[in-house]
T-cell receptor, first 111, second 113 residues
Framework: AQSVTQLGSHVSVSEGALVLLRCNYSSSVPPYLFWYVQYPNQGLQLLLK??????LVKGINGFEAEFKKSETSFHLTKPSAHMSDAAEYFC?????????FGTGTSLTVIP | NAGVTQTPKFRVLKTGQSMTLLCAQD?????MYWYRQDPGMGLRLIHY???????AKGEVPDGYNVSRLKKQNFLLGLESAAPSQTSVYFCASSTQGVRDIQYFGAGTRLSVL
């Protein structure tokens, strides 16, 4: 079975600062990789998806992620944090018919 | 667009009671999933379906049963609820399975006393 590790269950950044959320996966074969965001009391929404077409993936709301096979990583970044970015972020990997989610990183944006 | 609709939104059960959670999607998706979300554990797949009339076990299937009699509906049943099943349950659907985006419902908060 696949596994996903998100380092840091809580991350705080100042408004305007760089956002970096870390994700590492376990797979010998490049998997399908996703980042989802969850706002309070809502379901998850897709931020971006790795399709193997390009290692740098751009998503919604200014987020992007870079696939690094050698490091088995898929870290999420945003150059400048906005107050509206405060949410929980989940990295996910898919294998066969199943998805495996990380434990999530809660992002706090400090004004 | 309704997307993925879950009912009910909240429920409180006593230990040993049974209930069914309903997930309905109007996007003609083939794949449907049930997850549970617990603090510090992310989302864990309970059961999934790759098409009408099919179901399969996920990562944590024990204590749950599912049915997919109609393409648009995916039911999750708890035959004898236990406090360990207190959680937030999410349904999701997608068109092409693991290659595809999942669309999530708003969740069902279940407390088992």
């Amino acid at each position: 079975a696949q596994s996903v590790t998100q380092l840091g269950s809580h991350v705080s950044v100042s408004e305007g600062a760089l956002v970096l959320l870390r994700c590492n996966y376990s797979s010998s074969v490049p998997p399908y990789l996703f980042w989802y965001v969850q706002y309070p009391n809502q379901g998850l929404q897709l931020l971006l998806k790795y399709t193997s077409a390009a290692t740098l993936v751009k998503g919604i709301n200014g987020f992007e992620a870079e696939f690094k096979k050698s490091e088995t990583s898929f870290h999420l970044t945003k150059p400048s944090a906005h107050m509206s970015d405060a949410a929980e972020y989940f990295c996910a990997v898919s294998d066969r018919n199943q998805f495996y989610f990380g434990t999530g990183t809660s992002l706090t944006v400090i004004p | 667009n309704a997307g993925v609709t879950q009912t009910p939104k909240f429920r409180v059960l006593k230990t040993g009671q049974s209930m069914t959670l309903l997930c309905a999607q109007d996007m003609n998706h083939e794949y449907m999933y049930w997850y549970r979300q617990d603090p510090g554990m992310g989302l864990r797949l309970i059961h999934y379906s790759v098409g009408e009339g099919t179901t399969a076990k996920g990562e944590v299937p024990d204590g749950y049963n599912v049915s997919r009699l109609k393409k648009q509906n995916f039911l999750l049943g708890l035959e004898s609820a236990a406090p360990s099943q207190t959680s937030v349950y999410f349904c999701a659907s997608s068109t092409q399975g693991v290659r595809d985006i999942q669309y999530f419902g708003a969740g069902t908060r279940l407390s088992v006393l």
